[in-house]
């Protein structure tokens, strides 16, 4: 039993460097595609596209070339404070590996943006703030850097305050170049106790609001029924034009077998008065069922037999 478990554990000592020489190849292997790729998309123009692949191509294989390629990305995008932070850390990284020139040159470059960068300074007071909690876009901020004007690029920011027992503050700050801003995070949070009350909503009684919806359904109704009865008269005045053309032809012509314009004209007649007096109908419905004001202009409409055709007597009262 000694003799295999002695050999299982060589085999792991033999075979665990191997898988992680294995792993960490094939990140170097991804973060040099990675940075070929955000290359290639950076010369062609897309560079906002870029950032996020020298992004992690540094988080796989960490150096001071794609930190600067990052910086330099970042600073095209207008992300000025991440191009200083990256600025930054690609000469810290440069003279652990006593690479002088292009720590100078990262220096130099971050010494550039210094006067463009805008500051957010989450503000807390002398309290205590035991237990607390306060979130920048979503990350959490140390204690440590409470009271600290913090670089931060342009734009706005949420800045998330937790404290125990109260709910959660969230308060939007915008951040703009060279500028400051300010969040103190003392300041209450609303809560459902102490929350501002809802002010009562009244009604007005129904006979109050009657008399407006009565109006406005009865101005519509009276529209309409005004459309339908000018339908109605130009129904009934078409069919009488072709009710006084089919007599006159028929006056003139074999009564026993008329002639097809004749039947063409009777036909015309026929469905004209008809239309005309559906809608004449309808519009007297409307004036009927309309609820009507005590002063109002009444129109009453009726089909009638007139001499050589038919047509329409119109009554007005007031």
């Not at 069919?239 to 028929?250: D, H, Q, Y």
């Amino acid at each position: 039993m000694k003799q295999r478990l002695a050999v299982s554990a060589l085999a792991l000592a033999v075979l665990w460097p191997g898988r992680a020489h294995a792993q960490a190849s094939g990140d170097e292997g991804r973060a040099e595609a990675l940075f070929n790729a955000a290359k290639q998309l950076r010369d062609s123009g897309q560079v906002a596209d870029a950032c996020p692949m020298f992004a992690e191509s540094k988080r796989l294989s960490p150096g001071v070339g794609v930190t600067l390629h990052l910086a330099d990305c970042y600073e095209r995008t207008g992300r000025t404070a991440s191009a200083w932070q990256q600025f930054r850390e690609a000469e810290k990284l440069s003279h652990e590996h006593g690479d002088e020139k292009r720590a100078a040159v990262a220096r130099a470059r971050a010494q550039a943006l210094e006067p463009k960068l805008g500051e957010l300074t989450v503000a807390a007071g002398a309290a205590s703030h035991e237990g607390w909690e306060v979130l920048i876009d979503g990350t959490r901020l140390p204690p440590q850097q409470w009271n600290v004007a913090l670089a931060m690029d342009t734009g706005d920011h949420v800045v998330t305050v937790k404290a125990p027992g109260q709910a959660p503050r969230i308060v939007t700050t915008r951040v703009g170049a060279a500028s400051q801003a300010s969040v103190p995070i003392d300041e209450p949070a609303p809560s459902s106790a102490g929350a501002a009350p809802v002010p009562p909503v009244t009604t007005e009684p129904a006979s109050s609001a009657a008399p407006v919806v009565a109006a406005s359904g009865g101005s519509a109704r009276l529209g309409a029924g005004l459309a339908l009865l000018g339908v109605g008269v130009v129904g009934l005045g078409f069919g009488t034009f072709f009710l006084v053309k089919r007599n006159e032809a028929m006056n003139n012509g074999n009564l026993c077998d008329p002639p097809a314009e004749d039947k063409a004209d009777t036909t015309a007649a026929t469905i004209s008065f008809a239309a005309g007096g559906v809608a004449l109908a309808s519009a007297l419905v409307l004036y009927l069922t309309t609820p009507k004001p005590k002063a109002e202009l009444a129109w009453v409409v009726a089909p009638a037999l007139l001499p050589g055709g038919g047509g329409a007597l119109v009554h007005t009262s007031f």
